[in-house]
């Protein structure tokens, strides 16, 4: 099992920018892929973004490629996720991921241990 605290989330204006961190502890960070998922009031739960374990490779919903950037430091146990340019949208409780064994995924089910979330909130 891996624990995974979320931090960052925060009340920002629209165009702003912000950065999540996710500290995993438990399992050797360096071999499990990470993922950001999040969750706007009334809808489903969304994946938003994934990396692999080294970090080399990494993949985005739609909606927020080109705006934001996942990335992860192995030394520290901690992905990020950057987010720029933020819209009213993205306001949502902001889940980190791991999936212990297998490759880049969007889906929900493949990631084992989750976060307790952290909450983002644009303004206008």
């Known amino acids: 099992q891996v624990q995974l605290v979320e931090s960052g989330g925060r009340l920002v204006q629209a165009g702003d920018s912000l950065t999540l961190s996710c500290a995993a502890s438990?399992?050797?960070?360096?071999?499990?892929?990470m993922g950001w998922f999040r969750q706007a009031p009334g809808k489903e739960r969304e994946f938003v973004a994934t990396i692999s374990a080294s970090g080399g490779f990494k993949r985005y919903v739609d909606s927020v490629q080109g705006r934001f950037t996942i990335s992860r430091d192995n030394a520290k146990n901690t992905v990020y996720l950057q987010m720029n340019s933020l819209k009213l949208e993205d306001t949502a409780l902001y889940y980190c991921?791991?999936?212990?064994?297998?490759?880049?995924?969007?889906?929900?089910?493949?990631?084992?241990?989750w976060g307790q979330g952290t909450q983002v909130t644009v303004s206008s």
């Open positions: 438990g399992r050797t960070f360096s071999t499990i892929t």
């Open positions: 991921a791991a999936r212990l064994s297998g490759w880049l995924s969007d889906v929900e089910a493949d990631f084992g241990s």
